[in-house]
């Protein structure tokens, strides 16, 4: 069974790189199911997605220990605040029959000031509830405003693709240690960028979508692929067999032969 290499998060937590996105499946207990049982072991989820349910029958039914999974969900803006984080911290724990969460994240920014949401998900960290904090969707000045408050969080999800790459982000968040998690990494370019992909998936025997996500971690982020197909699921787990060389990364990229 393939498991995913893990990246550090804090220093007593990592996670898993290539994980499980559940938003809009078509039958999520089963495609969750499935994706345990091929091996991915960190589920990406948000009070948005109507997720958590499922993965708590998922997990049940797979037999698997709870300390074996990494699980993410997401605050929505209704649930940013002192008070809404620590109700909503006890509905997520509620939903998903466990007694923590991974990674928590914001899941984009509201009104809230980033230091009463942060400040409050920290006391659920602090409360055991909750063992690693995060944001998505946060550009640069809010990364930094985050960075100001002195809380601890340590990855930043965004879309990453090939439609949408923002570097600066990306380097910024690499450079203050937050870690990135890509998301819709599976988006279609350009005709010009698609035929690259279509050339390194033939060169390299792989997929488009192993070759795309292979990129996304070969640049050091997260990826979170989701599928409610059975054989989509367990291929891009198998990305994690592709290895990109950074002739195949610059051609993907620019377009440019530096072989
Ligand atoms: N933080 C945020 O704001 C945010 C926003 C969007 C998404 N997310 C998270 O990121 C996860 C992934 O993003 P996403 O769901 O937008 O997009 P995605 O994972 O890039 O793409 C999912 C789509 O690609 C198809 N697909 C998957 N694997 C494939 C393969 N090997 N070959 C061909 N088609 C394939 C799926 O169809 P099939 O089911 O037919 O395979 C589905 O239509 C979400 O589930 C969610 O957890 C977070």
């Not at 209704?78 to 724990?93: C, D, I, M, P, Y």
């Not at 509201?110 to 969707?137: C, F, H, I, W, Y």
């Not at 960028?193 to 640049?219: C, D, F, G, P, Y």
């Not at 982020?221 to 059975?230: C, K």
Request: hydrophobic share 40%; charged share 20%.
């Amino acid at each position: 069974m393939t498991h995913s290499p893990t990246l550090s998060l804090t220093p007593e937590l990592s996670i898993p790189q290539l994980g499980f996105g559940t938003w809009k499946l078509r039958d999520p207990r089963s495609a969750i199911g499935q994706a345990l049982q091929v091996g991915y072991r960190h589920l990406d989820t948000a009070d948005l997605y109507h997720s958590h349910g499922a993965i708590a029958e998922a997990l049940a039914d797979s037999g698997l220990p709870r300390q074996d999974l990494f699980i993410t969900t997401k605050l929505m803006p209704q649930s940013h605040g002192a008070k809404q984080v620590k109700e909503a911290v006890q509905r997520f724990l509620e939903e998903l029959h466990t007694d923590y969460i991974d990674l928590l994240l914001i899941h984009w920014p509201s009104r809230v000031p980033v230091a009463e949401t942060l400040g409050a998900m920290d006391a659920a960290r602090k409360a055991g509830q909750v063992r690693a904090l995060g944001v998505s969707n946060f550009e640069i000045d809010l990364l930094q405003a985050s960075l100001d408050t002195g809380i601890l969080f340590s990855n930043n999800q965004i879309e990453y693709n090939l439609k949408e790459q923002p570097q600066e982000v990306l380097r910024f968040c690499l450079e203050h240690g937050i870690s990135v998690t890509s998301y819709t990494s599976l988006e279609r370019g350009t005709p010009e960028q698609e035929a690259r992909a279509a050339q390194i998936a033939k060169k390299r025997n792989a997929t488009r979508e192993q070759v795309l996500l292979s990129w996304l971690m070969h640049k050091g982020m997260i990826v979170i692929p989701a599928s409610s197909n059975a054989a989509h699921i367990e291929s891009n787990l198998q990305s994690l067999q592709i290895k990109l060389a950074d002739e195949d990364i610059d051609y993907l990229e620019k377009g440019v032969l530096t072989e």
